[in-house]
Each structure stands twice: as C-alpha cells, then as structure tokens.
C-alpha cells in the first residue's frame, strides 16, 4: 500500500501523533461497510486542521492516511484492550454507537486484516519510534501529543458528557507530573472550556 501516513520532520523535540485523522479506505472494507458507516462517523475529525500551527512551532507531526475502521493505529497490535467497559479494538467490529460495522458475512478475513497490520499499522509505529529515537539521540528526551476529537456525547461508551479537554498520562505514567500540571493549567485558563485529567480516556498506547 502507497501513502499510508504523512510525516514532516520538524525541530523541536515534540512530535504530534494524529492516528485517527485517517480518511483512505481499502475497496474490500468500503465494499463491506454498513451505510451507516460509509460516512466515517467516528474519525477524529478536523486533527490536521486543529494541529496546523505545528509547524509554526517546530514540531513534527506524524499523520494516519487510512480510517480506524481498516485498523486502528491507536491500539496495540496483540489488541490487548485499552479500557475496561465498551471500547472498540484493533480491528473495529462496531460503530461508537453500538450499530455493527460491517455487512453480514462481510467482515475482513485474518489475512487481510494481517496484511493492514503489516503495510498500515507497523510503518506508522516504525516512523514514530524512529522519530522519538532521533530526538533522544539529538536532544536527550522527546514528547509525543497524541491527538485525538470525539463526539462529545456517545451513551454506547460511556455516561453523561465528555468535558471539552480531555488529558491522559495513563495515571501519570506516560507523562512528568510537572509537565501534565502545566498542561490542566493552560486547560484551565481557557475559560470558557472545561477539562479533565485521567477521566475516560487516559491513554496507554
């Protein structure tokens, strides 16, 4: 497969991930799709446009090409899940909704699915290795901003209403205390919005 991410290289040691801004589609997949799904309701709409400063700031940013519903970048490749409760895994089998993805009968074989893993989700995750490495190698530690969009409201994953902003260090694991202080403070400072650190979506990939 031809253009499976978009990379730019920038000077900084920050590196913005975008793994669902991806649109492409395979023809087996679209062939499959319930018409439900054909509209790609649950992509991170508008990510690349939302992160188009980054460049101004001297980030690199690292871009998926092909739709979560052909795999998902944001997962391990053992599908290990992420969250307890509903979530969808490496290879989606249902909509945010709850509504199946994919036609009676329809739904990709393991070798196709084993191809997506080998040509869309190992390079992605090569590239973004390589670039955390050459940032440590040049600057002695790098940041990785994975970036994500939701629906604000979606009852099949969780209750209520998600807050604006939503932060995840997988209970601080993946992220400097300091650091996440400092990024609930800039959160907070936007009146208007709220945020939450470690709610539903902590992170962990």
């Not at 795999?71 to 899940?81: A, H, Q, T, V």
């Not at 409201?153 to 209970?171: M, S």
């Amino acid at each position: 497969m031809d253009n499976v991410l978009t990379f730019k290289r920038g000077r900084v040691p920050l590196l913005i991930s975008m793994p669902h801004a991806g649109l492409k589609l395979t023809p087996l997949v679209e062939a499959a799709l319930v018409d439900e799904a054909l509209s790609l309701p649950d992509t991170d709409w508008h990510i690349p446009r939302l992160y188009d400063f980054a460049a101004e700031l001297g980030a690199s940013t690292l871009a998926a090409e092909y739709s979560r519903f052909v795999i998902d970048l944001n997962r391990p490749s053992d599908d290990k899940p992420m969250y307890v409760g509903a979530t969808t895994g490496l290879f989606p089998s249902i909509l945010f909704d709850g509504v199946p993805l994919f036609k009676d009968g329809q739904t990709p074989s393991a070798e196709e699915r084993a191809r997506y893993l080998e040509q869309i989700w190992t390079p992605y995750h090569q590239t973004l290795e390589q670039e955390l490495q050459r940032m440590r190698d040049e600057f002695g530690y790098a940041l990785l901003f994975d970036a994500h969009s939701i629906r604000g409201h979606i009852p099949h994953l969780f209750e209520g209403r998600l807050p604006d902003f939503n932060l995840g260090t997988f209970n601080g694991v993946s992220c400097d205390p300091e650091l996440a202080s400092r990024m609930e403070q800039v959160c907070a400072a936007a009146k208007d919005y709220s945020h939450v650190l470690n709610g539903r979506f902590k992170g962990g990939h």
